[in-house]
């Protein structure tokens, strides 16, 4: 066990020279992104490749190298705490690979957030030109068609607003298409809005033009919102890690004052181990838990 850190070391060494003896003609960087790659394709659920492909088109999605500067940021991070609170590199390589290990997770959070804003700004888009339509046409079905070839939408939105109209002609009614939107985007003011129409529809309206002005207003206010939420979010986002790197600091900061030879005696005693991964754990716990109230439900109102 004397010379188990550098053994580790080494096999490290010889795991990339062996991929780069293997490959003479690629790169050992080319080949961890093509391997990567490959099992993305494979393993990837459907949801999650589809909600990734919007990220590309949108240019949100992270380039391989920036990947691998995620990848070596955090481990090395993880790495440093795991050996300035315990003086083992085996503890540190655990560590450091616990911490690359959510970098998918992490990358998941991060592109639902982007899709999920997409989406909302998609959706922003349909309530208020179908309101604008629906005034001068006075029929819901032919505002939807008037939104569907103005050219300002994108799929997956454009795609349902085109099912909705199928169904309607199809079924001789709104009531089918609207309850399918509704369940595809579940937010306040589509179904608000969907259900003013299909009152309007079926009931009639004396004054449908104030109705109408009413719930463009509604919607204005709920879209303020949701910015101003996000706009939150990211304050708070900011703040929330830079306070857990502080928390991770003021043990590296007892160690300096309590010094190296008194701090490493303490690590003997097998309690105030289990103390110290108990702190790293959970904090790590309350990073990722930030990161998960950042990403999560944005647009929701």
Do not use: C
Not at 31 to 54: G, H, I, L, Q, W
Not at 76 to 86: E, K, Q, S
Not at 122 to 140: P, R
């Amino acid at each position: 066990m004397k010379y188990l850190p550098e053994l580790i070391i080494l096999l490290i060494i010889a795991i990339v020279v062996l991929v780069a003896r293997r490959n003479p003609g690629e790169n050992v960087y080319k080949f961890f992104v093509t391997n990567a790659t490959r099992a993305y394709d494979k393993y990837a659920p459907y949801s999650f490749k589809m909600v990734r492909e919007k990220a590309v088109e949108l240019g949100q999605e992270y380039t391989p190298r920036q990947y691998i500067s995620q990848i070596v940021i955090l481990g090395g991070l993880a790495g440093l705490v795991g050996y300035f609170y315990f003086y083992s590199i085996i503890i540190a390589v655990i560590y450091a690979i616990v911490a690359i290990s959510t970098i998918p997770y992490l990358a998941y959070l991060r592109l639902q957030r982007v899709y999920s804003e997409y989406i909302f700004e998609q959706i922003q888009t349909y309530t208020t030109n179908v309101i604008m339509e629906f005034n001068t046409t006075q029929s819901f079905v032919k505002a939807l068609e008037g939104v569907r070839d103005s050219g300002i939408l994108e799929n997956p939105v454009l795609a349902d607003v085109r099912k909705m109209i199928d169904m309607s002609y199809q079924n001789g009614t709104i009531d089918e298409s609207i309850e399918f939107f509704n369940n595809q985007y579940p937010f306040y003011m589509v179904k608000n809005m969907n259900q003013l129409f299909l009152q309007i529809t079926k009931e009639g309206a004396r004054d449908s033009g104030q109705a109408l002005e009413n719930m463009s207003l509604d919607i204005d206010a709920l879209v303020e919102g949701v910015y101003r939420d996000q706009m939150d979010r990211s304050n708070f986002h900011g703040r929330f890690l830079r306070f857990g790197l502080i928390l991770y600091l003021l043990v590296i900061v007892l160690r300096f004052m309590l010094g190296e030879d008194n701090y490493i005696k303490l690590l003997d005693i097998w309690y105030v181990q289990v103390i110290l991964h108990g702190i790293v754990i959970i904090n790590a716990f309350f990073l990722v838990s930030g990161e998960k109230y950042y990403n999560e439900d944005v647009g929701g109102e």
